[in-house]
C-alpha cells in the first residue's frame, strides 16, 4: 500500500453517531525518581523514591491546571476540562520492609488545538524541575524524564470539504437530522490521515461507554445504523448510486 493515497478517511470510532471536528495532542512521558534504599528499622535515614514522587504528581497536576486556564481554541472554549493528565502506572518498591530506591511513574497528558507536542514536552520538563527545585534531595538526584509512545499532533478537519458533506448527507438519510461534528479530548488515527496525507478525515461511529475500561461497549442498534451509513458513504462516493 506504500504510495497509495486515498480521497478521504472514515474512522470507525464510538463516537455516538456524530463525526469528529478535532482532536488534541497526545504525549506519553515516564520520571523516574531515586532514593536511599535500607530496611525499613532504619527509614528515618533513608530516602522513599516513591514519596519523592508526590511533589512531581503535584507539579504535574497543578501543570494540567495551567493549560486547562490557558486561552483554547474556539472548538473547545465550551468544555469544562479538555485537557487531561492521567497517572496511568506507578511503579516502585520491592516488599514492604524495604525503604524504595526507585519509583517510575507513567503518564499521559493532552495538549491543545493551536499547540504541539515539541511545547508540551518542554512544559513537563520544566514543571518536574521545578518540583525538584523545592526539594533538597531531588535538587541533587534530580528526577528523570523520558517520552515514549504517542507523539501525537493535534488535528482539525474541515467539516465542509465534499468528504464530510457527503458524510453529513448519508448520516441525515440514515439516521435523521443534522450530522454533529463534536471537538474530542483523545486522539484518534484519524491525524495520520489529516496531518501526515493531509486528506480529509473524521471519525464516525456507534454509541459506546466505559470507553477503555473492562466493561467497554457499544449499543448494538447504533452498530447497524454507524455500518448502514458508511456503506452508503462508499457507494456514494465511488459513484455506484446517487
Known amino acids: 500500500m506504500k504510495g ?4 478521504a478517511a472514515i474512522v470507525p470510532e464510538p463516537h455516538a453517531l456524530t463525526a469528529s471536528l478535532s482532536t488534541v495532542g497526545v504525549i506519553w512521558f515516564r520520571v523516574k525518581t531515586r532514593g536511599r534504599a535500607s530496611h525499613a528499622l532504619a ?11 508526590i511533589p512531581v ?11 486547562n486556564a490557558e486561552p483554547r481554541h474556539p472548538y473547545y472554549k465550551d468544555l469544562p476540562h479538555p485537557i487531561n493528565l492521567n497517572i496511568g502506572i506507578i511503579r516502585g518498591g520491592d516488599w514492604p520492609s524495604t525503604v524504595p530506591s526507585v519509583c517510575t511513574l507513567e503518564c499521559r497528558l493532552s495538549c491543545q488545538l ?19 527545585q523545592d526539594d533538597a534531595w531531588l535538587q541533587k538526584n534530580p528526577p528523570e524524564v523520558e517520552f515514549f509512545g504517542f507523539r501525537a499532533e493535534p488535528s482539525v478537519v474541515d467539516p465542509t470539504t465534499e468528504a464530510m458533506v457527503m458524510l453529513a448527507n448519508c448520516h441525515q438519510t440514515i ?7 463534536n471537538p474530542s479530548t483523545a486522539t484518534t ?3 495520520f490521515f489529516l496531518n501526515n496525507l493531509g486528506i480529509p478525515a473524521s471519525c464516525y461511529g456507534p454509541q459506546g461507554e466505559f470507553i477503555h475500561a473492562g ?3 457499544v449499543y448494538l442498534p447504533s452498530v447497524l445504523s454507524a455500518a448502514k451509513v458508511m456503506v452508503l458513504f462508499l457507494l456514494r462516493w465511488c459513484l455506484v448510486i446517487e
Do not use: C, P, W, Y
Open 4 to 7: 497509495l493515497k486515498g480521497d
Open 43 to 53: 527509614a528515618e535515614s533513608a530516602v522513599n523514591a516513591i514519596e519523592k514522587m
Open 57 to 67: 504528581i503535584t507539579a504535574l497536576r497543578v501543570l494540567e491546571a495551567e493549560m
Open 114 to 132: 493551536g499547540s504541539n507536542v515539541a511545547d508540551t514536552h518542554a512544559r513537563v520538563r520544566q514543571a518536574v524541575e521545578k518540583a525538584a
Open 175 to 181: 439516521v435523521g437530522g443534522t450530522l454533529a461534528f
Open 189 to 191: 488515527d484519524e491525524r
Open 215 to 217: 466493561e467497554e461497549r
